[in-house]
């Protein structure tokens, strides 16, 4: 027998959002730091190299293809709780270069940073975020009413990069990261983005 699943909707979602606030400084990265410098394989560099670039591109993206589903709203409960979904994107950011500014330590900028990014990042990745998440937005931004238009959206944003991508890495680096009792700080900080990542998958999937 399997139990019916439980689906909170916009306004649950809304007050988790206000309960489940986190501060990007209160993560310790002292012990990553020593870390980095002395007790990493290059393959674990590696490894963080390639979970870095992926968030700092799909962070980067998905912020600036966001505005059509705040219009495709249809309630004031649904209006309140898209916007979270894009005001969670600067903690992860700031996370992510907090990590690379002060553990990586190599001064660069948000711009380096991407550009750095987007070369470990391969075709499939572009083809994702760079075709199907940019049309599914023209879409919507062009028709917010039409509900075809919103599911293609939250589909290929909610379902497939969040979820289905993002939740993998996640999934994947922190228990990596942690079965080795490595980069302490950087395991927080995942942990906080994915906790929120969760939330929004929570909205696309109702
Ligand atoms: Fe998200």
New binding site residues.
Partial sequence: MTAAAHLHDAQELYRHWEHEQWNTWSIHLAVDRDQWQSALSDEDNGLVYSALSSLMVAGEW?TTKFAGLVMAAESEEEGSFSPT?RS??PGTCSSTRGFQNEVIDAPATIAAHVARSREQLGESFAVIFDYALVAAHERLAASPADPLAKVDFVTIY?LVI?RTL?LTAFEFITHYLTNNELLPGFVDGCSHIHH??QR?IGYGVW
């Fill in positions: 998905i979904s969670t994107r909610h969040e993002g929120d990542e929004h």
